[in-house]
């Protein structure tokens, strides 16, 4: 019955399908992994007894069991992180992770920061086998779209749109308001944390891909720049808002010649027009909150007191920047072990120069509280190399390095005035990117080679041969 039929052919041809198939089910999982990171809060998921599993933990658990299921991928995976001259600038960091997990018996002191490194290796691993550089940027567009969008839904509701999704209990702030008004503050814990998200968000609404190359122009998508900068507004962060507005700047430059004289024009035609939308409705709520936000970051830059004609409460900024003043007093105190940080159980909480201190509003003094000076100095380390790596490809003319070195900055710039507030990982998406396409895993012609993409097409090819 079966003379003169080649089974061995159709097994072929099964196990091509089959890949295919694979390799199209991998794709969409990581698509939705890359929406949940993003979009989804961390207040959504399964309370369990030891610790929450977030929908983005989830998420983490299906893309690493769909590594293992395939021999190939895990293989890639493995030897990425192997090679990655990244993992030996990390190594010190997760020395100091692992003997403060140990030494305070705190697990969240390694696990926490584990899984935003780990998931920064995942997206590495996605940019360059499944997404590539163009479609990893254009999803993350998407979420940038998304997210605007519902923010100005939320500053109209006075309430987050993902408040309803809150199952992780003790994490979401709820509704907080500032001289009256509300500060948006979108899927992340608070509206500082958004206003941290939004600095990261910024370069790709400025990115514009043209004939398989990639430039800065701010005429790519103007209404997204725009619900951006109304965003960050809304959010009524003072170090926001001069983070990002600084941002823009170097930016602007960034862009081609041409680019530039048509965005100059286009950014003051806008500028004098929401100048004059200001002046006709300074006396309506919103239009005295955008004034009142412009005046505090000038009274916070110069010392004045301008705010106080559109109703700020001038004795809790005074207040806000000597608590400023008081917390650098922690990086001297004595009682604090310099090499054994508190981990992430202890809370720091004490008397510094005679005033009491409970929060920590400065990520690199919160880092040094939870690691000691070897925590702080290792991760440090980290960052200066991920900007070199930008920098360094950014001299190479790299249109994407130098969007993301520029989120990057002011990001950091950013974490001097408020804690990361489970925002790390948009920034790791940016540092994502930028290893993803050094220099050694591009051909000649800038586009991204892949060792695993490469055999699996030369063994479907001769198979359909």
Known sequence: MTAGIDLHRYEEKSEYIRTGREREYFRQISVLFVFVMYVMPQYFGLPLPFFDLSVWRIMILVVFFNIFAERQRMRDFFYMIYR??????????????????????????????????????MLIYMIRYVFGVSGFIRLITICVWILTILGIEESIMEESPFACMETLYGIYTGKFYRSGH????????????????????????????????????????????????????????????????????????????????????????????????????????????????????VDTVFGTTWSEQFGAATADLVSSSHYREVMKGIWTIDWLNPVLGLGRKRHFAGMVNGFPVYSIDQYYLAEYIRYAWPGVISYCLFLCWSVLIMLLESLRKSAVARAMLVGTVFYLLNLYYVDALQTLKYLYINIAIAVAIAPEYLTENGKMKSRYIKKRWIRELRTCG
Do not use: H, W
Request: proline share 4%.
């Open 84 to 121: 990655e001259p990244l993992t030996r600038v990390l190594l010190p960091y997760m020395i100091v992770l692992t003997y403060t997990m140990l030494l305070r018996a705190d697990f969240n002191a390694f696990f926490n920061p584990f899984m935003e490194i780990f998931t920064m290796y």
């Open 182 to 297: 509300y500060r948006i503050m979108s899927n992340a814990v608070m509206s500082l944390g958004y206003g941290l998200m939004m600095v990261t968000m910024l370069p790709f609404a400025v990115l514009e891909e043209v004939d398989d190359r990639y430039r800065i122009s701010y005429l790519k998508r103007p209404l997204l720049v725009i619900l951006l900068i109304v965003d960050v507004f809304m959010t009524g962060s003072r170090s926001t808002l001069g983070v990002f507005l600084a941002e823009l700047v170097p930016l602007y430059f960034l862009q081609e010649k041409r680019e530039k004289k048509i965005s100059a024009a286009v950014l003051g035609v806008f500028f004098l027009g929401f100048a004059v939308v200001l002046a006709v409705c300074q006396k309506t709520s919103f239009g005295n909150y955008v004034l009142l936000q412009l005046a505090m970051l």
